[in-house]
């Protein structure tokens, strides 16, 4: 999962307890480096930070595109996969989710169209295999239909975010922040900077028991376009767009796809979606805050 987007991190512990032992692990999980940074007492911490890895594990093999064997690679081969996970069938619900929230842009079935345009061969059947209503996920079998194939990469890092942040709160962690690509943060405030490939650090922002994605089209080149795709091919209208969100899986998600919308279906998005802001920079730099 080579990310589609950069959010440049200045995590301060502002207001942290005098007394209070900082403590940091980092990592690689679906093609992200991972920082996670609690404090708190040292065996809290440690027994903490020791439960990451095995956690980052099953998530890997649930989600990578590039491990053999992953439950995704085995769904996209086969067409079905027989007694989904619990993690597949939690993220699988919230794909659904955010592509009812997008009407539709965020599908997660343009995987062929992606690597068709990557090899630069003819795009028109991976086009035509593109439909998120075509997909049947229960809890005996998740099916696609002929043609299809499903890329998470616009959420799994989202929900693998939200997932160390929970296992933290569960250790007794109250003061964390989790970067999987997407932000997460336990307590706070955190101090984070919104990069744009093209202006640069355009916006900064504070973060306090919550969740920050963003998505920028041109921080990766497809043939002769960005790396995000719309299942109807149109063209993305922001060069950057950031979401604050409860859930990075729903930031992570919604800023995919936001960088389709105009201004007015971004505010529309952000009342039904529930979500604190919504950040867009404009292909010539403009900024605006919804």
């Not at 649930?62 to 067409?79: C, H, I, M, P, T």
């Not at 767009?241 to 952000?270: H, N, Q, Y």
């Amino acid at each position: 999962m080579n990310r589609r987007r950069f959010l440049a991190l200045s995590a301060a512990f502002a207001c942290a307890p005098r007394l209070a032992l900082a403590h940091t692990w980092q990592g690689r999980a679906l093609g992200a480096e991972v920082s996670v940074t609690l404090t708190g007492p040292r065996a809290m911490a440690e027994s903490a930070l020791a439960a990451i890895p095995p956690l980052l594990e099953a998530i890997e093999a649930q989600f990578s595109l590039y491990r053999e064997g992953s439950a995704l690679n085995e769904l996209n081969a086969a067409g079905r996969l027989v007694r989904p996970g619990a993690m597949m069938r939690a993220l699988l619900a919230e794909a659904g989710r955010a592509h009812a929230l997008t009407g539709g842009l965020f599908d997660p079935t343009v995987q062929p169209l992606w690597q068709a345009l990557a090899m630069g061969a003819d795009p028109a059947p991976a086009r035509a295999a593109i439909g998120w209503h075509r997909v049947t996920a229960t809890a005996e079998a998740v099916t696609l239909a002929p043609g299809q194939a499903l890329t998470l990469n616009g959420i799994a890092q989202g929900y693998a975010t939200d997932l160390v942040r929970d296992l933290l709160a569960a250790h007794g962690a109250t003061r964390a922040l989790v970067d999987i690509g997407e932000f997460a943060a336990l307590g706070g405030p955190f101090s984070l900077g919104v990069e744009d490939p093209a202006q640069g650090l355009v916006a900064t922002r504070r973060l306090s028991d919550g969740a920050i994605a963003t998505s920028s089209p041109g921080a990766l080149s497809l043939g002769a376009s960005g790396h995000i795709l719309a299942p109807d091919g149109r063209a993305p209208l922001w060069s950057t767009v950031s979401v604050e969100a409860r859930s990075a899986t729903l930031a992570d998600a919604l800023s995919t796809a936001a960088v389709f919308l105009d201004r007015g279906r971004l505010e529309t998005l952000k009342d039904s979606a529930n979500v604190a802001r919504i950040t867009a920079v404009a292909p010539d730099g403009r900024l605006i805050t919804v």
